[in-house]
């Protein structure tokens, strides 16, 4: 058995985690490679920290296609081979007319949970604009809505199963940058990289609308450090490079924008 209250102190989705515990135990247990439904990556990056000084099993995170947020773990021991093929997941196309009203990440979301399945279910939704969307789904919802998800908000559709070769991936847009500035503060390392003022980057992240490797942070003095992932919502994401100390004692930050 695993450490489980060791496992889930000071973690702030304690729920998941400990769900995913009992699957890492049955995977002990049984000698067999284990899924979890699909997980946030807050939730993501929470397992790996807490996994990571464990020897007895081993985790491996894919979400149907390299950049996906939302993603399932496969769990096994850590004797047993793990491969990206045995983390089970199914592409499908949702294809409606949706020329003159194009729809949302909200629309397709909330068309598929009107058909009665949990969010835990499906993973990234790919909006195709007027051509409707793609889905990434746990492979026993598949068949389902294919036959039930035929309406998104008053528009008819057609869900078919696809090869995920067949996803309609948009690569990110990448902004090298460098900053040179007085403090590894947040507020200051974000409004440089995302090119607005530090009191709006302030403000932002008392919202609560920043996060920092997927973990939200609400002080704008949280200092930053080579390798911490910055996201805003809706204004994509930042991660921080190399930090080197200036003649004048001040930091230079390597930046790399996604958008």
Not at 9 to 20: H, I, L, P, S
Not at 25 to 33: F, G, L, N, P, S
Not at 187 to 215: C, E, H, P, Y
Request: include cysteine; aromatic fraction near 6%.
């Amino acid at each position: 058995m695993l450490p489980r209250e060791d496992l889930l102190k000071g973690v702030e989705n304690r729920d998941t985690v400990a769900r995913v515990i009992d699957q890492a135990d049955q995977a002990i247990k049984t000698w067999e490679v284990v899924l979890s439904d699909f997980l946030s990556p807050p939730v993501i990056a929470e397992i790996q920290q807490q996994f990571g000084r464990l020897t007895e099993v081993q985790l491996l995170a894919w979400g149907g296609y390299p950049q996906a947020e939302r993603q399932r773990v496969a769990i096994a021991r850590s004797e047993l081979p793990l491969e990206q093929s045995q983390v089970e997941v199914v592409a499908l196309d949702i294809a409606g007319n949706f020329l003159f009203d194009p729809p949302t990440h909200r629309d397709f979301l909330g068309a598929m949970l009107g058909c009665g399945i949990v969010r835990e279910k499906t993973g990234d939704i790919i909006v195709l604009g007027e051509r409707g969307a793609q889905v990434i789904v746990v492979p026993e919802m598949a068949e389902f809505l294919e036959t039930q998800l035929n309406q998104v908000r008053s528009v008819p559709v057609k869900t078919r199963r696809i090869d995920l070769s067949e996803l309609k991936i948009r690569e990110p847009k990448k902004k090298e940058m460098t900053t040179v500035e007085a403090s590894l503060r947040l507020d200051a390392i974000a409004s440089a990289g995302f090119g607005v003022s530090r009191s709006k980057m302030a403000d932002l992240i008392t919202a609560g609308d920043v996060r920092v490797n997927w973990k939200d942070v609400s002080q704008a003095s949280y200092l930053i450090k080579t390798g911490d992932l910055i996201a805003i919502r809706g204004k994509g994401r930042l991660e921080v490079g190399e930090v080197a100390v200036t003649k004048k004692e001040r930091y230079r930050v390597q930046l790399t924008r996604f958008i």
